[in-house]
């Protein structure tokens, strides 16, 4: 029984790791390379945490964010908190006996004591409902955020049956757009969705996180060459709409998209890059493909509404969440609180509202 943590220093022994895990928990969220990306971007250190006992294996990777002041007050020490990377993940159970799953806790929680760890965020994974594998430890609070769209691409020969009526004839109504997909994932056309991307950000107020450094579309070009597909459409050198997924052996992710809102054929742009892509997959004989939810976790969203035309099938995305530092944890956040007394409200309920200012 031994436990082993892992980080982008030592990347190829993480890769050989997460390519020795059984095919069906081989989703790409999960690889270094992926977490490479993010941690590139700034979003913290990438680790994973991997505990072996007899063949069964907890293997569960994250982002260390490290804090070593709250406004102007310096800590005594840094603290860290740990999330998941921007996607799905959270724990990995090779063997889902609760005895293995208890016992696979009880050592990352000594580790997390021992490395100053305050609090745990985690983005379940809706394909695989991961957070089943924890209710039984009550460790964690869980929340339902909201719906996402699942494609099941070996449902019906034809993926398309998914469809609801109306929108699988429109569909074939516009299909003659496909002859102008491109499919390359080249500096050139990486750099154009770069643009097109971050100015479609821009108008809709994004988060600025949401537009991303300039290392992190680097990086995104070796990712996608290996682990993803960008489909796109031009008029005149111009991309006029581009839809990025990332994947590995069995279930595709839709990533990014974007559109150029002053074109009005845009829209439909978009809708025959998806149609057009889910037939890749179902080719390349994927099982599935995450659409995503709405914009809002209203079930009324608009996006979810449209999404809903692909797939009848469902999945609730949860997020989970636990202070690891009980003591450590409510210092830190009172003093936010005295720092920052107006946020007090508005993020009582947010984990890590320590490192908001």
């Not at 895990?21 to 971007?41: A, D, G, T």
């Not at 390359?184 to 107020?205: A, C, G, H, P």
Request: glycine share 4%.
């Amino acid at each position: 029984m031994s436990y082993k943590v892992y980080n982008i220093d030592n990347i190829n022994e993480w890769e050989s790791v997460y390519n020795s895990l059984p095919e069906e928990f081989r989703h790409i969220s999960y690889s270094p390379v992926y977490h490479k990306l993010f941690e590139i971007n700034g979003d913290g250190k990438a680790e994973l945490f991997c505990y072996e006992s007899d063949g069964s294996i907890f293997y569960y990777p994250y982002l260390v964010t490290e804090t070593k002041s709250v406004g102007d007050v310096v800590l005594e020490e840094p603290v860290y908190d740990i999330k998941s990377v921007f996607g799905y993940t959270g724990p990995l159970f090779v063997n889902e006996d609760k005895d293995f799953i208890k016992a696979s806790y009880k050592q990352f929680q000594k580790y997390c004591a021992e490395q100053n760890f305050l609090c745990e965020l985690i983005r379940f994974n809706p394909v695989l409902e991961n957070h089943l594998n924890l209710t039984d430890i009550k460790l964690h609070e869980f929340i339902g955020v909201k719906k996402y769209v699942l494609l099941d691409l070996k449902a019906h020969e034809d993926f398309r049956e998914n469809y609801k009526t109306k929108y699988r004839k429109e569909i074939r109504r516009y299909s003659g757009i496909t002859e102008r997909i491109k499919c390359d994932i080249t500096e050139e056309s990486v750099s154009k969705f770069r643009k097109l991307y971050q100015k479609q950000m821009i108008e809709k107020n994004a988060d600025s996180y949401y537009l991303f450094t300039e290392e992190y579309f680097d990086n995104l070009l070796s990712l996608l060459k290996n682990y993803g597909s960008l489909h796109y459409v031009e008029d005149n050198g111009e991309m006029k709409a581009a839809v990025v997924f990332v994947f590995d052996k069995h279930t595709a992710y839709y990533y990014h998209s974007c559109r150029d809102t002053s074109d009005a054929n845009s829209n439909w742009y978009s809708k025959i890059l998806l149609d057009f892509t889910f037939n890749k997959f179902q080719v390349k004989g994927f099982q599935y493909c995450m659409i995503g939810g709405g914009v809002t976790n209203s079930n009324d969203d608009s996006l979810l509404s449209f999404k809903r035309n692909i797939s009848p099938l469902e999945r609730t995305f949860i997020m989970g969440k636990r202070i690891l530092l009980k003591e450590k944890y409510d210092t830190i956040v009172k003093i936010w609180e005295e720092q920052y007394p107006a946020l007090k409200d508005k993020y009582s309920s947010f984990l890590e509202k320590f490192r908001l200012t």
